[in-house]
């Protein structure tokens, strides 16, 4: 049996380590890597990262990821991005102004709401909180709803389609807190962070990577499916 290719992309942005252990817990080798030729041959891809919207994309173009990452995903390969490497999948990020990302998910990364008061929640907001699934998703195998998940951010992603849109969780408003499209998943929270709930979510996406890299072979389509649902009112300006 061929062992699957799994890329952690390094551009800079931190958090390697804890991702990287995290796979391990799957019982996967990943490869930690900045080379962009990597992931031509790569089964899955995990993009993390913390930081700013306009780092992010600085870096990837730095570093050559834009492109091949865009090719990775439209190959129909499994892909996971996690915290920046969720925003960094919309259109636009309205951080620290208004900066391209990388168009793959129609939408704008916002800022949380700044709500007034001595009893108003905290940006960033940080720490544990909830997970709503919005529907059903193999991401979610094993992890019951409302499980609780760690947040570390201030902007989060607001897509123009809201049936990508398979988790919630609620700070103040509701935002979308896991995406998921065709061959895509993305947390705003941080698995590899969250307990056994994360570390479950990492295997999820890591088995049905395994499953389609034996299915399909190497360089094939393995497609982690999504469901239509109602769109929902973000509260949002």
Known sequence: MTTPNIIIVDYGAGN?????RAVAHAGYVPDVTDDPRALADADAVIVPGVGAAADTMRNLRGSGMVEPIREYIASGRP??????????LLTLSEEGGEHECLDIIPGRVKKLPRAEGPDALKIPHMGWNNVRQ????????????????????????????????????DYGVTF?????????????????KSGE????MYANFLAAADAGQRTNGKGQTATI???SSEARSRGFP
């Open 79 to 88: 892909f996971f991005g996690v915290c920046m490497g969720q925003q960094a």
């Open 197 to 200: 709930n994360g570390l479950r």
């Open 176 to 192: 979308a807190s896991v995406l998921a499209k065709d061959n895509i998943v993305a947390t705003q929270f941080h698995p590899e």
């Open 16 to 20: 390697l380590r804890s991702v990287a």
């Open 225 to 227: 499916l999504t469901t």
């Open 134 to 169: 919005t529907r059903d998703h193999p991401i979610f195998e094993g992890i019951p709803d409302d499980a609780y998940f760690y947040f570390v951010h201030s902007y989060v992603p607001v897509p123009d389609d809201e049936s990508v849109v398979i988790g919630e969780t």
